[in-house]
C-alpha cells in the first residue's frame, strides 16, 4: 500500500511538472512567433512595404494585444498615412498598458496634435512633464501648442524654462529671440 502510494505521488507530481513545462513552452513558443511577427513588419516598413507591415503588426496584436512596441509602430503607421483616430486608438491603448512610458505619451501628443484635438495633445505633454519634468521635446511641444492656441502667457512661462535648460549656444539665442516674441505677445495682450 505504501509503494503504491509512493508512486502514486509520484505520478501526479510528474503529470503536474508536465503540465507546468507545457504551458511555459507554449508561452515562450508564442513570444518567439509575437517576436518574429513584430521584426518582419519592422523590415516591412522599412522597405516601403506599408500594407505588409500593417498586416504584420496587426498579427503580432491579435496573438499578443498589449505589445507596446507593436501599438507604437502600428500607430505611427496610421498617423502617416493621416488615419488619426485609428493612431490615437492604438496609442492610447498602449498607454493604459504602460502608463510612465514617455515615448508612447509622445507619440499619442502628436497624434492629438495632428488630428487638431489641441486641449487632449497639452494634456499628454502635462503627463510627460508629471513624469519628468525637464523634458525638453514635451516642453518644446507645450510651448509650440500654446503659441498656435495663441495663450502667450502659457508659452512665456514655458520659454523661461527652456533657457534654463543647457542647451547649445546657437539654440540658446534662438529660444531667447523667441522668449522676446513671447514677451511681446504678452504686453500686446495685456
Known sequence: AGSVFVAFLVGLQQTAHAIVNWRSNRQVRRKEKVD?????????????????????????????????????????????????SEAIRLHQHAHRVDDRNIEILLELGTDLECAKRYEEALQAFDKILKIESDNLMALIRKRDLNIRLERWSEALE??????KASLPAQEKRAEA???????YEVGRQL
Open 36 to 84: 518574429v511577427l513584430h521584426r518582419d513588419g519592422t523590415h516591412a516598413l522599412m522597405s516601403k512595404r506599408t500594407m505588409e507591415a500593417i498586416s504584420l503588426f496587426e498579427k503580432a496584436l491579435a496573438i499578443d494585444p498589449n505589445r507596446v512596441d507593436s501599438l507604437l509602430w502600428l500607430g505611427n503607421i496610421y498617423r502617416s498615412e493621416r488615419n488619426f
Open 158 to 163: 514655458i520659454q523661461h524654462r527652456l533657457l
Open 177 to 183: 529671440e523667441l522668449l522676446v516674441g513671447c514677451m
